[in-house]
T-cell receptor, first 112, second 113 residues
Framework: QKEVEQDPGPLSVPEGAIVSLNCTYSNSAFQYFMWYRQYSRKGPELLMYTYSSGNKEDGRFTAQVDKSSKYISLFIRDSQPSDSATYLCAMSVASGTYKYIFGTGTRLKVLA | NAGVMQNPRHLVRRRGQEARLRCSPMKGHSHVYWYRQLPEEGLKFMVYLQKENIIDESGMPKERFSAEFPKEGPSILRIQQVVRGDSAAYFC???????????FGPGTRLTVL
């Protein structure tokens, strides 16, 4: 069993839809959770990070962590074609560590 | 305000040749991390270096792979006697200190024929 599981997609939605992207994990020691966006043939760029449980909002993006269920989510409101990319979740056991464990990524297509 | 630079962006090698991948961290960053991304797999940590030191190479294969980050110049990931299974995208990330957010470069796509 992988430490971090993520549905590879692709996930296709119409422009303006609310998108929900999810990851589950097995290591209860994970405390620091991140979402990266990766456009085709580019490097991952950090979108959001959260520490421990709860929600964090940044513009159209909301990151949610449910440690009791070992489940994290990224919501994108009013999705745009420019949001079409692969979204990678990543986690580590603490915010000061460097070993990130990545999910395989979910490919998202937002249709105009 | 240049980000992390990697070159070459694409590298083609025949089996048995050597591959050298270069990474220049962001300005002010002295910590470098190398990751490998295989199709349908997530990014896998390979090695973490500071200037002139290898801090953690636990994710790097023991044979044929080596990494360095000299006092001057870019970090280099070296793969000797490449095999087809080495074909992947190799990403470098950098941070100002250990544990800080890692910023990724555009990657080098290695194809082994």
């Amino acid at each position: 069993q992988k430490e971090v599981e993520q549905d590879p997609g692709p996930l296709s939605v119409p422009e303006g839809a609310i998108v929900s992207l999810n990851c589950t994990y097995s290591n209860s020691a994970f405390q620091y959770f991140m979402w990266y966006r990766q456009y085709s043939r580019k490097g991952p760029e950090l979108l959001m990070y959260t520490y421990s449980s709860g929600n964090k909002e940044d513009g159209r993006f909301t990151a949610q962590v449910d440690k009791s269920s070992k489940y994290i989510s990224l919501f994108i409101r009013d999705s745009q074609p420019s949001d079409s990319a692969t979204y990678l979740c990543a986690m580590s056991v603490a915010s000061g560590t460097y070993k990130y464990i990545f999910g395989t990524g979910t490919r998202l297509k937002v249709l105009a | 305000n240049a980000g992390v630079m990697q070159n070459p962006r694409h590298l083609v090698r025949r089996r048995g040749q050597e591959a050298r991948l270069r990474c220049s961290p962001m300005k002010g960053h002295s910590h470098v991390y190398w990751y490998r991304q295989l199709p349908e797999e997530g990014l896998k940590f390979m090695v973490y270096l500071q200037k002139e030191n290898i801090i953690d190479e636990s994710g790097m294969p023991k044979e044929r792979f080596s990494a360095e980050f000299p006092k001057e110049g870019p970090s280099i990931l070296r793969i000797q006697q490449v095999v087809r299974g080495d074909s992947a995208a190799y990403f470098c990330a950098s941070s100002p200190s250990m544990g800080d957010t890692q910023y990724f470069g555009p990657g080098t796509r290695l194809t082994v024929l």
